[in-house]
């Protein structure tokens, strides 16, 4: 235990360092299980849409989308639900719905934000069209 303090004082900035980090991962990980999203791999993703009729909502940019979508997916932009213009989202509050984009990250905030909207049944894909594309899993590619 002396050796401790005595590298604590020795290395303040390195001892606030990892005291700033060690508490960033535990409030992380309290958040992580108290958040209503839940993070589903691309299995449960496709049992959500046979099974539970499940909207995939893609975040991701217009053009983006129309290279590639999961099948059946709404086009909903980040700034949308930020603005609260969630017409075409309506009539899904009932349905679980999942959020996908590039990555995970900005779909992952965009879930939050329904959240907060009132939607209750709200799921975000981990990995993003990322690990779905990686996954050879198949893509619809938008005419317009």
Not at 56 to 84: C, P, T, W
Request: charged share 20%; net charge positive.
């Amino acid at each position: 235990m002396q050796a401790y303090i005595e590298f604590f004082q020795a290395n303040p900035i390195l001892s606030l360092a990892w005291v700033g980090l060690f508490s960033a991962l535990v409030i992380s990980v309290i958040k992580a299980g108290t958040s209503k999203v839940k993070n589903i791999s691309h299995q449960e993703l496709t049992q959500l849409v046979n099974k539970q009729n499940a909207k995939v909502v893609d975040v991701r940019a217009k053009e983006d989308f129309r290279k590639g979508h999961i099948i059946d997916g709404l086009n909903i932009s980040l700034a949308e639900i930020k603005n609260n213009q969630l017409s075409a989202l309506e009539k899904y509050k009932a349905n679980p719905i999942i959020l996908v984009c590039k990555t995970g990250m900005t779909s992952s905030q965009a879930a939050q934000l329904l959240v907060k909207q009132g939607f209750e049944d709200i799921h975000n894909l981990k990995g993003g069209m990322d690990e779905w594309q990686a996954a050879n899993l198949p893509l619809v590619k938008s005419k317009k």
